[in-house]
């Protein structure tokens, strides 16, 4: 039944599937797998351009006097934060990787190099 549903259904659905369920989606025919490439890469954007805003919020406390008891609180808030968003980030990328929903080869060899960089403890 799933695959004789309309296109804009399956965009709808897809759009709301969590992270961690999002690739099993892609398994119920072409056009659901092509919904979840598509949503998948959407998520993937998402997640960089949130962690560059993020990151950008927090230049202007690097270099003034301020409060540093609250400033170590946010601070590690605002890591947490980070690390959060690009451990999804990094689950997005690797699950497109490994179903062949990457066929640009600086893309891949972008996500390889992230994966890489976060198994042995870098900043992706």
């Given at each position: 039944?799933?695959?004789?549903?309309?296109?804009?259904?399956?965009?709808?659905?897809?759009?709301?599937?969590?992270?961690?369920?999002?690739?099993?989606?892609?398994?119920?025919?072409?056009?659901?797998?092509?919904?979840?490439?598509?949503?998948?890469?959407?998520?993937?954007?998402?997640?960089?351009?949130?962690?560059?805003?993020?990151?950008a919020l927090g230049k202007p406390f690097e270099k003034r006097n301020i409060d540093w008891i609250s400033f170590e609180d946010v601070n590690?808030?605002?890591?947490?934060?980070?690390?959060?968003?690009?451990?999804?980030?990094?689950?997005?990328?690797?699950?497109?990787?490994?179903?062949?929903?990457?066929?640009?080869?600086?893309?891949?060899?972008?996500?390889?190099?992230?994966?890489?960089?976060?198994?042995?403890?870098?900043?992706?």
């Amino acid at each position: 039944m799933l695959d004789q549903l309309p296109v804009k259904i399956v965009k709808r659905i897809v759009a709301k599937i969590l992270d961690t369920d999002l690739i099993a989606a892609s398994k119920v025919d072409s056009v659901w797998w092509q919904e979840v490439r598509q949503e998948a890469y959407k998520r993937w954007k998402n997640y960089a351009t949130t962690i560059g805003h993020i990151q950008a919020l927090g230049k202007p406390f690097e270099k003034r006097n301020i409060d540093w008891i609250s400033f170590e609180d946010v601070n590690d808030f605002y890591k947490r934060w980070i690390n959060r968003l690009t451990e999804n980030q990094l689950y997005i990328m690797e699950k497109m990787l490994r179903n062949g929903m990457v066929v640009n080869l600086q893309e891949r060899e972008t996500i390889e190099y992230a994966l890489s960089e976060h198994r042995w403890g870098g900043d992706p």
